[in-house]
């Protein structure tokens, strides 16, 4: 057998398309998540029941399972309920996927904030709400950062798990062209570069935003 | 004014607060002395509800407090401040955004009139030269200055002070020391936990002697200092010495 270099330019532009849906499944499932997780990560915290106790549930459940298993399981029910495309479907279990991961990375950096800033700000009468948006959850948000590049780097990977529902990502298109032109470790080359580029691209903003943060005031 | 009625609080089984009494009057210093443990700092905490109170009552400027009043609390709050032990100055904003987040962001003042009053607070305290610094570019007693350059820029009409100087190497404590004997030049209400009994011996009105969630004993710094009646204030003493 022999490594095709020729095949890796001729069939690079094949890729595009694919190369674009991976951006949009990936953007949006992170996007979602990152909502998602937000959201989750002040439900965590609060002492609430009503809040607490499903956001718990929501975590242990998502972490609990595989992947794959949850693309494949919300595929088939919000194809049934919904009629929802594939499209939708692998955005929306991406997201939900990474929600629960990134709830815990937004809790873990919240509480990490000594308590004594909350205590400071609500010292000099602030809500809650405004100590919380204020003093909190800036320094929070700096120190998820490191995480949540990493975070949002597996989440692009991850999206290679919406081959299994037909969309044609980066993967599933390497593996449908692979079969019919007999070159499929050129084919996953290909796709290869491009997640590697992707995360290039990820890995050098995350280290610009946290250069540029640790120069404005330290934590 | 300040009046506590009755105060009692646990903690879980632990009663740390058994029944406090205490008025602390306009432009009075009062400085709360006792062993770490005796509920000082608790009692503290608890006039401005950071803690939670079993039984009792608070009075600030004549209006009992309801614990469960959220609004009121936050209303309460920006009449007295707090400085804290380890300073809590915001890192992520500088020395005057400190000291103006509070006017802001409490008050509603536009940033203007907040920037002049933080100036003078930053001045009063000696620090006007560091506005644009962090906090981490600060000693800790020019950070500590900053905290009560923070208080005060609320205007209130008290300052809880939770054992200012015990976080700060012996040599920057007489930095704070000064900035707060000038406050109670000022005529500024001030109610102080610490461990400095020199500080207290000269500043203080009234010097109070708790010791195991009680008031044991309490009056002028000489009566207590010199003349202490109760023996649980005369071994303290003897200890601290």
């Known amino acids: ?219 | 004014m300040i009046t506590i009625k009755g105060l009692e609080k646990w903690f879980e089984q632990l009663h740390v607060l058994k029944g406090i009494d205490l008025i602390v009057n306009p432009s009075e210093v009062v400085v709360i002395i006792g062993a770490s443990g005796s509920g000082k700092s608790t009692l503290l905490r608890c006039i401005n509800f950071l803690e939670k109170f079993q039984k009792g009552e608070v009075f600030i400027e004549g209006k009992a407090v309801n614990q469960q009043d959220e609004k009121m609390i936050n209303e309460m709050r920006s009449h007295v401040g707090m400085v804290f032990q380890h300073f809590n100055l915001f890192p992520h904003m500088s020395v005057l955004h400190n000291v103006i987040e509070g006017p802001t962001q409490v008050k509603g003042m536009g940033k203007e009139e907040a920037i002049e009053i933080g100036r003078y607070y930053l001045d009063k305290v000696g620090l006007i030269d560091k506005e644009n610094a962090y906090p981490s570019m600060l000693s800790g007693g020019q950070k500590q200055r900053v905290a009560i350059a923070r208080a005060l820029a609320m205007e209130p009409s008290a300052i809880l002070f939770d054992e200012p100087t015990s976080a700060l190497d012996p040599e920057l404590v007489g930095e704070v020391l000064l900035v707060m004997k000038n406050l109670a030049k000022d005529g500024m209400t001030m109610v102080i936990v610490t461990h400095e009994m020199g500080f207290a011996r000269e500043v203080a009105d009234r010097v109070v002697y708790m010791d195991e969630g009680v008031i044991v004993e309490q009056g002028t710094p000489k009566q207590v200092f010199d003349l202490p009646q109760k023996e649980r204030t005369q071994s303290f003493l003897s200890r601290v010495r």
Do not use: C
């Open chain 1, 1 to 219: 057998m022999t490594y095709d270099f020729r095949a890796l330019i001729d069939f690079f532009p094949y890729f595009l398309p694919a190369a674009w849906l991976t951006i949009v499944v990936s953007f949006f499932g992170i996007a979602l998540g990152a909502v998602l997780g937000l959201l989750t990560a002040f439900a965590r915290i609060s002492s609430k029941p009503v809040f607490n106790l499903p956001s718990r549930f929501y975590i242990f459940v998502i972490r609990g399972t595989p992947l794959l298993l949850q693309i494949l399981f919300l595929y088939y029910s919000l194809r049934s309920i919904f009629n929802f495309e594939a499209m939708t479907s692998a955005i929306v279990a991406l997201g939900v996927h990474n929600g629960a991961y990134i709830a815990e990375i937004f809790r873990g950096a919240i509480q990490s904030i000594a308590v004594g800033q909350m205590e400071a700000a609500r010292s000099l009468g602030m809500t809650y709400r405004k100590a919380m948006v204020r003093i909190v959850l800036p320094q929070a948000f700096k120190r998820a950062i490191p995480s949540l590049g990493n975070q949002f780097i597996i989440a692009l990977k991850d999206s290679s798990l919406a081959s299994a529902i037909t969309i044609k990502e980066l993967l599933l298109k390497a593996q449908q062209l692979g079969a019919s032109n007999f070159k499929m470790m050129e084919m996953l080359t290909i796709a290869a570069f491009f997640y590697l580029f992707y995360t290039s691209i990820f890995t050098w903003l995350f280290h610009k935003i946290e250069t540029k943060l640790s120069v404005s005031g330290s934590a």
